[in-house]
Every structure is written in C-alpha cells, then in structure tokens.
C-alpha cells in the first residue's frame, strides 16, 4: 500500500496544494475551519510529510540544528527531546550536532554545517549560546537561531534567547541552607566556560552576604558540572579541619558525587552533612538520600527554544515581523532528605 501524498490530502480536502503546505508549516494566514479540514484529512490519510523532501522541492528549508558542548548527558537528552517535540509539531526535521565549544574553527564549522545539511536555523545550547563572537558571527551570515542561556533577566542585546535565572534559584537553595541553621556552606564550581556557573555562584554569595555570614574561600571550588569532580571537591572539603556542614553542588552530578564521598567517609546524610544539587535530574529522585535540588524544566525550556525559531522562520518566510522580547524562566527550589537542620558542629579532625 503506497503512502498518501501531499496531492491526496488537497483532494480529499477539496483545497490547493499550497493550502495543505501552509497548514503543514503551521503558517498563520489560514483560516481555522480550512485548517481544521485540512487536518481531518492528514489524519483520516495517515500523511506524515518528509522534511528533507520539503526541502529538496522548495527553496526553503525544513529542519533544524541543535548544537550542543556539555557532558552532563541527562541535559543533552532534555534537550534533544524539546526540540524534537517543537519541530514534530510544525512538521521540521532535527540534526544533532555535537562540537568542541573550544574550538576556534567553531563559526565555520557552523556556517559550513547550515549550508550543506540545508538547515532552516540553529538551536544553540550553552557554553556555544553564551559566545558574543560566534553570536555575531552566525547573525552577520544571516543563520537563523535561538539561544538558550543563562540571565537573571531579558538581555536585550539584539539576538533572541530563552534565558534561565540560576542566579536567583542558586540563592534559594543556599537561603534554605541557612535557615536550617548553615553557616559553613562548601560550594563546587561547574564548567567556568558556562555562564551558569558564575550566576549560580553570585546566587550562593548574595545570599551568604544578605544573612551576614562571611564567605569563607576554603569552601569554594573549581571544577566541571561531572560526578567525578563532585566526589574530588567534596573529599577536599570534607578533609578540612573545619569542615563544612553543608554543601551546594552546582549541579545533581556534582551533588551525586558529594553523596558518594560522604558516604564512602562514612559521613550521615543529612544528619552530618546536608547536600543540595541543581537541575532535577532522574537521579536526584533516585539517590539516597533524595537531593533537594532546584527543578530546572530543561525539556520545556528547548520546546520554547525551537517553538521561537520555527515561529520566526514562518514569520520571515511571510514578511511579517519577528517575534519581539526574549523568554525567560525561573527554576523552583525541591526540597528533598538531603537537607536537614544543623544539629550539631562535626567533629575537628
């Protein structure tokens, strides 16, 4: 049995080719009860437009590319299943492309990339998103994108984003650790090419300074956003004749891998040592003790992402203006058993 064709869809419908393609691509100037027949018909048909078929017989194109540099896997896959739901949605296909951030050959390889796998835009996650050089780059080769970074509000620098506010969230978990009675509060560091990181420690300090409590620089760290830099960071902090009685890794990984050492120094979680994490991932559900962490909605961060780029590409493809202001979002403080009241000063070693 043959599959239903774009033809088949415009007859049963009784409109144009033209009509079908522009409910396909979600465009606007249709009205609601020929769009509404035009999507009995796909469905009662089963059609599934191709997009790289789309692609070869117009002059548009028809897919996207989500370009990423991160090694927190349960990110990556957020991402990837956002944007993969926004494009299903208008019916664009996706290409995956992972890079070396650090690579100083990235802008032409992203060039290089949109030109020959014929993409309609870019989605950028960080650290490549939060480069001013490739930023400007892409928009003087007239690339479409959208960039997912991190801001405490609407940048308003001329290029559009959905921007996440880890500032503010950093601040609450590190505020729920004090009013548990912390004041030796350990920090580990993400990736410091991740605008995150920074913001995400400003949030740590602001919240130390706003409740009087001196920040201690034995208790902060460098590193990436990986569990073994949580287990190494947290074994360093955790060997101090003071310790700390808390500790806030920048993301569920690093916090993961402050459980593992705490639990490998035979250390009680959270009744010795609270521990905070950020994200939410699967993990920070599944661990044991729990980690209170703060919900960072990644996947629908994306499907905003890609939804803006598609919506701007249809509006280009019009003539119509593109979409002013820039989205933002706030992750939520989850308080979960690995934080608790401070009950007692550790033990000097």
Not at 86 to 101: E, F, M, N, T, V
Not at 140 to 146: D, E, L
Not at 152 to 158: K, N, T
Not at 215 to 239: C, H, I, Q, T, W
Request: aromatic share 6%; proline share 6%.
């Amino acid at each position: 049995m043959r599959s239903a064709t774009i033809k088949d869809v415009a007859e049963q419908a009784g409109v144009s080719l033209k009509t079908v393609s522009r409910v396909i691509n979600n465009e606007p100037s249709v009205h609601a009860r020929t769009r509404e027949k035009v999507q009995r018909a796909i469905d009662a048909l089963g059609y599934r437009p191709d997009p790289s078929a789309r692609s070869l017989r117009s002059t548009r194109a028809y897919a996207v590319g989500l370009v990423y540099d991160n090694p927190n896997a349960h990110y990556i896959i957020s991402m990837q299943s956002g944007v993969l739901a926004a494009c299903r949605k208008s019916g664009y296909g996706l290409q995956i492309h992972p890079c070396d951030s650090t690579s100083p050959r990235l802008a032409e390889e992203l060039v290089a990339l949109t030109a020959h796998a014929r993409l309609a835009g870019l989605v950028l996650a960080p650290p490549m998103s939060e480069q001013p050089e490739l930023i400007r780059t892409l928009a003087a080769a007239k690339i479409p994108f959208m960039r997912v970074i991190s801001a405490r509000q609407d940048p308003r620098d001329g290029y559009p984003c959905v921007y996440v506010d880890d500032r503010d969230a950093a601040y609450a978990i590190t505020e729920h650790l004090i009013q548990l009675g912390h004041t030796r509060i350990g920090f580990l560091w993400g990736g410091r090419d991740h605008r995150s990181s920074p913001e995400r420690y400003q949030g740590y300090e602001d919240a130390l300074k706003d409740y009087g409590i001196a920040l201690d620089r034995k208790l902060v760290l460098p590193g990436d956003y990986s569990f073994d830099d949580g287990f190494r960071g947290a074994r360093k902090l955790l060997a101090l004749k003071d310790r700390p009685t808390a500790i806030f890794g920048s993301n569920d990984e690093i916090a993961a891998g402050v459980l593992a050492a705490a639990h490998s120094g035979g250390i009680s979680v959270p009744w010795e040592l609270s521990i905070a994490g950020f994200e939410d991932s699967p993990f920070s559900k599944q661990s044991w003790p729990a980690l209170t962490t703060a919900r960072q909605a990644t996947e629908e961060i994306a499907r905003h992402a890609a939804q803006r780029l598609i919506g701007n590409l249809q509006r280009a493809a019009n003539g119509e203006p593109l979409e002013e202001g820039n989205e933002g979002f706030s992750p939520e403080l989850v308080v979960r058993g690995s934080t608790a009241p401070l009950r007692s000063a550790p033990a000097k070693r």
